[in-house]
Each structure stands twice: as C-alpha cells, then as structure tokens.
C-alpha cells in the first residue's frame, strides 16, 4: 500500500508565495516520477509540474518562472515552491507518484489533495 500525504495549502493574497509537501510512504521498490497536478472548479484537472528520478523538471506554461518544482529521494518528498500566486492559481493541488511497489509493477497513485486559494 502507497500513499501520499500533502500538506501546505492555504490562503494566500495574489503576489504572495506557499510551499506544498508531499510525503509518499508505504511499500516502494522504487519512486519514479513525481509531481503535482490541479483542478479549479469545473475544469479538469491538469499537469502543473513534474520531476522524474534524476530528470529535469517539466512545467506548466502557466506556472513556469514563478513555481519550482523539486524533491528529496532520501525522504520520499516533493515539494512544489509557489511565487508570484495568482488568483488563477487557486485549485485542489494534488500530489502525484509514479512508483513500483514490487519489480516490474509500476502504477499511478494520487494524494487527497490540498486547498489553494488566492485573493486578489
């Protein structure tokens, strides 16, 4: 069983900066990529930024420049740093794993979500 726990959303005023933590625990062989998605309301939910083990990070144009994306392998975290919030910005932030939890069984896995809300 894998799971991913997040933490750090919140309500922030437009210009101002959060960071989101997202802890993947359980039974992994291995951690391959790992990132964040969004979902407003009534949109569908979209790519914000991901980092493979070892890879570069890739954004959304809609973030890029202004959230940094970034994680640590010895404690199973990712991180997503956010300047510059926009009230466009202001989504269910979810966490995402790629991850092996037995050689050669590789799935998805997706955290509850954390709140983002941006005032203008």
């Known amino acids: 069983q894998v799971q991913l726990v997040e933490s750090g959303g919140g309500l922030v005023q437009a210009g101002g900066s959060l960071r989101l933590s997202c802890v993947v625990s359980g039974t992994i062989f291995s951690l391959n990529a790992m990132g964040w998605y969004r979902q407003a309301p009534g949109q569908q939910r979209e790519l914000v930024a991901t980092l493979t083990t070892g890879g570069r990070p890739n954004y959304s144009d809609s973030v890029k420049d202004r959230f940094t994306i970034s994680r640590d392998n010895a404690k199973n975290t990712v991180y997503l740093q956010m300047n510059s919030l926009k009230p466009d910005d202001t989504a269910v932030y979810y966490c995402?794993?790629?991850?092996?939890?037995?050689?050669?069984?590789?799935?998805?896995?997706w955290g509850q979500g954390t709140q983002v809300t941006v005032s203008s």
């Open positions: 995402y794993a790629r991850a092996a939890w037995a050689p050669g069984f590789t799935r998805d896995y």
